[in-house]
């Protein structure tokens, strides 16, 4: 199982990203996918998960300006992420998520929000 993470940059407060992250050797269709962030001295979080059923979770910090969503038939899930804050500044992890938990990692996509 491979995921491959893209679209992470350098941006100004209240700019937008879309990440991506295709996936080899498991089908999205039938898992759990999400997003998670690790910033510099904290733990990786949970941004947005997504089930195969469709149903998008998001963490409180970024409800309302986050977007996940799912290509089935590219294998790849998405984050839109809109009006993005500083503290949104993290390596990006896209994940495949069994038994509510993630198994398999991408390899992460830095996004950098200036102030």
């Known amino acids: 199982v491979q995921l491959q993470a893209s679209g992470g940059g350098l941006v100004q407060a209240g700019g937008s990203l879309r990440l991506s992250c295709v996936a080899s050797g498991i089908r999205f269709s039938i898992n759990f996918v999400g997003w998670y962030r690790q910033a510099p001295g904290k733990e990786r979080e949970l941004v947005a998960r997504?089930?195969?059923?469709?149903?998008?979770i998001y963490a409180d910090s970024v409800q309302g300006r986050f977007n996940i969503s799912v290509d089935n038939a590219k294998n790849t899930v998405y984050l839109q992420m809109n009006s993005l804050k500083p503290e949104d500044t993290a390596v990006y992890y896209c994940a495949a998520i069994f038994f509510g938990s993630p198994r398999y990692w991408g390899q992460g996509t830095q996004v950098t929000v200036s102030s």
């Open positions: 997504i089930s195969s059923g469709g149903n998008p």
